[in-house]
């Protein structure tokens, strides 16, 4: 029978495409993932890969079995659910990844309505960036991530996942409450505005920009930062404006003046997991009071519009 690990192994290599990517995603070293992977070709006397330059390619036999070995892993994270069900009880270790704000805002409420109703229920939750928590997910060190998808950008759906989307997240502009930008009554008088805006490689820092940009605004950035918390702080104390997201407003924005951008933007929150696990009973309790969590949030309805529309369609 062919060794699961080592099948795992070679499934992430097809996924990966080289051994010190593999290596340094399940921390191993480079010389133990060639050993397991040269043991597996001995055992099933094939070629599975080759040289190929400096680097090592699967042959086709290698890509087949690399496809099997997703399957079958799947439908081992299947089996794993249904016997999950089976037991009648939600127990057992949840890990999660998330980014900040889903942190600051979701995952509280949600921690507490698992404790009182799956006290069985251990979640561990990690801060991760969007890209590294699936990267995470499919290499199987979490069990599920949120992730959020801007106006505008390309859905993310990794192959082998299941999506389940959780709010959609109105994307609000934050003004001092006193001092020269506080009165702010369109984007246009923010064109000298000090802005605390998110990096600019990162996709939100993108969109922020390009959605300004729009709206004929040039953003001048004083203070770049991917942490809301600390943009919100700027704006309170007068040194910055600020675009964040809506599910910090409840709690965060005091000493501010919140408004809706025009257009109304909204990103769409969503968690993923891997597709074989989707039916686990841990996995649908926690989507479940999450939903719930979100669903508590502060109603955003009556915060006004800024004027000054953005010049062609939405970015």
Known sequence: MLNL?????????????????????????PSAVSQQLSHLERETKVTLFEQSGRR????????????????????????????????????????????????????????????????????????????????GLLAHAFDVILGEDYPGGQ??????????????DPLLLVLPDHGPWAGARSLAELADAPWALDPEPTRTGVWERTYLRAAGVEPHVRFGTQDPLLQVHLVRSGHAVAVVPGIIASEHLGGTRPLRLPGDPHRTLYTAARAGAAGHPALLAFRAALREAAAALTDLQGLDTLGGGIRGREP
């Open 155 to 168: 859905q993310v759906v990794r192959r082998g996942t299941d999506r389940e989307g959780v709010l959609q």
């Open 56 to 135: 090592v390619a699967l042959t086709d036999a290698g890509v087949q079995l690399a496809r099997r070995a997703e399957e079958m892993l799947g439908l081992l994270e299947t089996a794993e659910a249904e016997l999950a069900h089976a037991q009648g009880e939600v127990g057992g270790v949840l890990r999660v990844a998330s980014f900040q704000t889903p942190m600051i805002a979701l995952a509280p409420a949600t921690v507490s309505v698992l404790a009182q109703r799956h006290p069985d229920l251990r979640l561990e939750m990690a801060q991760q960036e969007v890209e590294d928590a699936y990267e």
């Open 5 to 29: 690990h080592r099948l795992f192994l070679l499934h992430e290599l097809h996924r990966l495409e080289t051994m010190s990517a593999v290596a340094r995603t399940h921390s191993l070293s």
